[in-house]
């Protein structure tokens, strides 16, 4: 991610080569692509990696479904199976049945498929993929965009993505490298440039953006201390309440499994009747899981007041969010 | 005069004479190849009666021209009109000697023009030389020709290649200049051998451009055919020479009108090889 001629192109073609980086190494599954000799190169180029381009790049002498093969039929694999390869590659990306099509005759967002397809039909271990949906209208951008994160979902490779669109970065990117003349300014996740910018230059790129989105549940959270067992007694929560200034405690099992949240209003009276925690403990409690952006958490807040627990797959509590927490996220972002 | 007077002349001289003495052996290969070319050509378009082969021609030129009905239709006519002026063996020798010339600088122009674009150095030397071969006017072609093959059909035709080379190489060279930089990109980044590169990306996306060169190189051969009757070639050439030197106008205009049928047949047949964008 970076500006207009900071040298994202360049930094990608390296990574196959087409332009030779004067110093360094390229490692994929140890072997250095850098110094390789041009017979062993041609072999990476094959198998291991392939590419994706702004504008598109099909060869216009050839249908959809040659397209497609061209990897395959490079690498001298036989009509027959490269066309079963390049079919499956076709479904892949949502166009079968358009095999035999001209692919001028496709709009915009279907010729990327295609290019996307030629690059999946090798089965490479590294897709790179430069500004490959910026020439399209931002609806289908959108699209692709869900799509390709579908896609990774079952296939998880590895795929170096150019942008120049911060938005899509932090929706497309597991790691962001922010780039800037030439260099690598940061690398880190959404989260990491967005609390922790490296220096200047990346928190004013970050300033803009709309940290609800990217930040979740996890990043805001308070430790969930103190909280008390459902087998205390009344007397125990309020007295722990009481030493933290809290107005409500969460009520957790032995397993640290959250089981409901008791209300200092609630639970005082009770107190005195000798009622358990069990009898006035609300269970009508918001309960999500760590990775939940912080702009889905806020309707929840706003339609319940009681704090929010957020749990790990096995129901135990990791942390709460109160409303105090959403406030301070969102007072970082006015502090840069 | 500022400069002394400088020998241009006589050292082109001595060099052709030199050339012809030394090389002679070569030459008469060469010329037995052409004439081996010619009549090969020859036999092919005279194999069938005329009338089987307008319709063998109207047949291919159908299909060669992904079915262009006007354009078939269009070539029988006008080969019916050559044969009703008498004027079809000399029509088909015509022919011949045009696709003789024009597939001996295709086999030369094309790869000379592919060379041009991948090697600058090659490129340099090439350029200038073709735009002396172009500017040089036709007629000069005819002299040296004469001096290393004789009169006939093969300095004629020598002389046809030498004149119709340039287009070929240089459309061959522009149409791979103008691939689109990411196509070759792409080809690289797929692995391609550079022989895969160029025939599988760089010469199909330049296909229009290298036809517009074939297109070029086969008119210019069927123009030069005509003025190399002045140097024994024979056909419809000829045939207007004659008529030229007997003032004879009703022959020298069917030859004419012959030449044209023939010319627009051919240029129409190779525009229409390769589908437009
Ligand atoms: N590391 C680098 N060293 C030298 N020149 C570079 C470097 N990175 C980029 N450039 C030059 O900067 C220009 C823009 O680079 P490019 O990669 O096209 O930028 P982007 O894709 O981000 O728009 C190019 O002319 C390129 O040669
Ligand atoms: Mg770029």
Redesign the interface.
């Known amino acids: 991610m970076g500006l207009s001629g900071s040298g994202k192109s360049t930094l990608l073609?390296c990574l196959?080569r087409?332009i030779n980086p004067s110093e360094g190494h390229i490692l994929i599954d140890g072997d250095d692509i850098a110094t390789m000799d041009d017979k062993d190169?041609?072999?990476?180029?094959?198998?291991k990696?392939?590419?994706v381009?702004q504008?598109f790049?099909l060869?216009?002498?050839?249908t959809v479904i040659d397209n497609v093969a061209?990897?395959l039929?490079?690498?001298g694999i036989s009509k027959e199976e490269r066309y079963a390869k390049a079919e499956e590659a076709i479904s892949k990306v949502g166009l079968k049945g358009y095999g035999s099509s001209k692919t001028s005759q496709l709009s915009g967002g279907m010729q990327q498929r295609v290019g996307l397809a030629r690059a999946l039909a090798?089965d490479p271990d590294v897709l790179?993929m430069d500004e490959a949906f910026s020439a399209l209208d931002p609806l289908i951008r959108s699209e692709m965009q869900d799509e390709l994160i579908a896609l990774q979902d079952k296939l998880k490779k590895t795929i170096v993505f150019v942008s120049h669109d911060l938005d899509e970065a932090l929706k497309l990117g597991d790691r962001i490298a922010i780039m800037k003349d030439g260099m690598v300014a940061q690398i880190g996740t959404a989260e990491e440039i967005l609390t922790n910018p490296a220096d200047d230059y990346v928190s004013e790129f970050v300033a803009g953006v709309d940290r609800t989105k990217i930040l979740t549940a996890e990043n805001i959270m308070k430790r969930p201390d103190p909280v008390v067992s459902v087998n205390s007694g009344l007397p125990v929560a309020l007295q722990l309440m009481k030493k933290h200034g809290m107005s409500s405690i969460f009520v957790v099992d032995a397993d640290k499994k959250i089981k409901g949240i008791l209300c200092v209003d609630a639970a005082a009276p009770a107190a005195k009747e000798h009622k358990g925690i069990r009898d006035v403990m609300r269970t009508d409690i918001n309960i999500i899981t760590p990775d939940m952006p912080i702009k889905e958490i806020i309707p929840m807040m706003a339609e319940n007041a009681l704090p929010i627990a957020v749990i790990n797959e096995n129901e135990k509590i990791l942390g709460v969010i109160v409303r105090g927490s959403i406030l301070g996220a969102l007072a970082m972002k006015e502090e840069d | 005069m500022v400069l002394p007077e400088l020998p241009i002349g006589e050292a082109v001289e001595t060099g052709v004479y030199w050339l012809n003495d030394n090389f002679g052996f070569l030459m008469d290969i060469f010329s037995d190849l052409i004439d081996m070319l010619i009549s090969g050509f020859k036999d092919v378009l005279l194999f069938l009666p005329p009338f089987a082969f307008i319709i063998v021609a109207a047949i291919l030129i159908y299909l060669g021209s992904r079915k262009n009905l006007k354009l078939a239709i269009g070539s029988v006519v006008g080969f019916l009109l050559i044969d009703s002026m008498g004027l079809w063996t000399l029509s088909m020798e015509t022919i011949a000697l045009v696709l003789s010339s024009a597939l001996v600088a295709l086999l030369i122009g094309i790869p000379t023009g592919i060379l041009a674009a991948k090697n600058e150095t090659i490129f340099h030397i090439v350029k200038p030389v073709l735009d002396f071969m172009q500017t040089m006017p036709s007629f000069v072609y005819l002299i040296p020709a004469v001096i290393f093959f004789g009169l006939g059909n093969v300095p004629g035709l020598v002389a046809t290649i030498v004149f119709a080379m340039p287009p070929a190489i240089r459309l061959t060279n522009l149409g791979i200049r103008q691939v689109p930089v990411e196509l070759d990109e792409v080809a690289s980044a797929f692995g391609t051998t550079p022989m895969q590169k160029l025939f599988k990306v760089e010469l199909p996306v330049a296909l229009p451009t290298i036809m517009a060169g074939v297109n070029q190189c086969i008119m210019l051969s069927l123009s030069m055919v005509v003025i190399a009757a002045m140097i024994g070639a024979r056909g419809l050439g000829y045939q207007v020479l004659v008529g030229i030197q007997r003032v004879d106008i009703g022959q020298g205009f069917e030859a004419g009108i012959g030449i044209v049928i023939i010319a627009i047949i051919l240029d129409r047949l190779t525009q229409n090889l390769t589908p437009k964008k």
């Open positions: 073609r196959n087409l190169l041609r072999e990476a180029r094959r198998k990696m392939s590419m381009f504008s790049a060869l216009p002498h050839r061209f990897g039929e490079i690498q090798t790179l």
